[in-house]
């Protein structure tokens, strides 16, 4: 499984460029959090392992064509061309294209199997905790948008605008993330992670105002 690993992991860079929060580097987050997880769930990891590496193959196609193409079916669709030229059984394939198709999680595609989750919720982690405040300050750098605003009306602001940043992306999304995680060592920890960034953007909050 090794080799079949490291063939994977050489594959795969040629489908990224640069690190967009949803780069080789946010894949490698992902293996690594899959690595714990599937570990703790007992999960078939020849099946978590690169499902984890092939996830996000697609997500550049998305982005050039501003989400007419959806990385997860599409990343399916490579994923079992790429892994039919290592001479992976069908069986096995397709339980990994479940994986990558299932890790949007829309009404229509949910995680069936263990390891589906389990991608599921590694992808979910990486967007939360301290990794997922760097990702949003990151994110709203690329858009010009300000520092902080602790008082800031989500109901009156836009998405990809100037007034976009990272504590409106914790108060619209990433709150609400733990609530989702379906595995019981991923909820563990989303939990720590949630906590931490509340207490992060509380304490935020009291040095904007020079309270600390």
Same mark, same amino acid.
């Given at each position: 499984?090794? =080799? #079949?690993?490291? @063939?994977?992991?050489?594959?795969?860079?040629?489908?990224?460029?640069?690190?967009?929060?949803h780069g080789?580097?946010?894949? #490698?987050?992902?293996?690594?959090?899959? !690595?714990?997880?599937? &570990?703790? $769930? &007992?999960?078939?990891?020849?099946?978590?392992?690169?499902?984890?590496?092939?996830?996000?193959?697609?997500?550049? !196609? #998305?982005? =050039?064509?501003?989400?007419?193409?959806?990385?997860?079916?599409?990343?399916?669709?490579?994923?079992?061309?790429?892994?039919?030229?290592l001479g992976?059984?069908?069986? @096995?394939? %397709?339980?990994?294209? +479940?994986?990558? !198709?299932?890790?949007?999680?829309?009404? *229509?595609?949910?995680? #069936?199997?263990? $390891?589906?989750?389990?991608?599921?919720?590694?992808?979910?982690?990486?967007?939360?905790?301290?990794?997922?405040?760097?990702?949003?300050?990151?994110?709203?750098?690329?858009?010009?948008?300000?520092? +902080? &605003?602790?008082?800031?009306?989500?109901?009156?602001?836009? $998405?990809?605008?100037?007034?976009?940043?990272?504590?409106? %992306?914790?108060?619209?999304?990433?709150?609400?993330? @733990? &609530?989702?995680?379906?595995?019981? %060592?991923?909820?563990?920890?989303? *939990?720590?992670?949630?906590?931490?960034?509340?207490?992060?953007?509380?304490r935020l909050?009291? $040095?904007? !105002?020079?309270?600390?």
């Amino acid at each position: 499984m090794e =080799d #079949q690993i490291n @063939k994977l992991w050489e594959e795969v860079k040629k489908y990224f460029s640069g690190d967009t929060g949803h780069g080789l580097e946010h894949t #490698q987050r992902v293996y690594k959090l899959c !690595e714990h997880i599937g &570990n703790k $769930e &007992n999960a078939d990891m020849e099946i978590v392992l690169p499902a984890a590496i092939l996830h996000d193959i697609a997500r550049k !196609e #998305q982005d =050039d064509s501003k989400g007419k193409i959806d990385h997860a079916s599409r990343g399916a669709e490579l994923a079992r061309e790429i892994l039919k030229k290592l001479g992976l059984e069908d069986d @096995k394939i %397709e339980k990994i294209a +479940h994986c990558i !198709e299932a890790h949007r999680f829309r009404k *229509e595609l949910i995680p #069936q199997s263990l $390891e589906a989750k389990i991608i599921y919720d590694a992808d979910k982690l990486d967007s939360i905790g301290s990794i997922g405040i760097a990702r949003t300050f990151y994110f709203a750098a690329s858009l010009g948008a300000i520092v +902080h &605003n602790k008082d800031i009306d989500v109901e009156n602001t836009k $998405e990809y605008s100037k007034d976009d940043c990272a504590y409106r %992306e914790f108060l619209v999304k990433l709150r609400y993330i @733990k &609530n989702k995680i379906i595995t019981n %060592e991923a909820k563990k920890l989303a *939990e720590e992670r949630h906590n931490f960034m509340v207490e992060f953007f509380d304490r935020l909050n009291k $040095e904007v !105002e020079g309270e600390l």
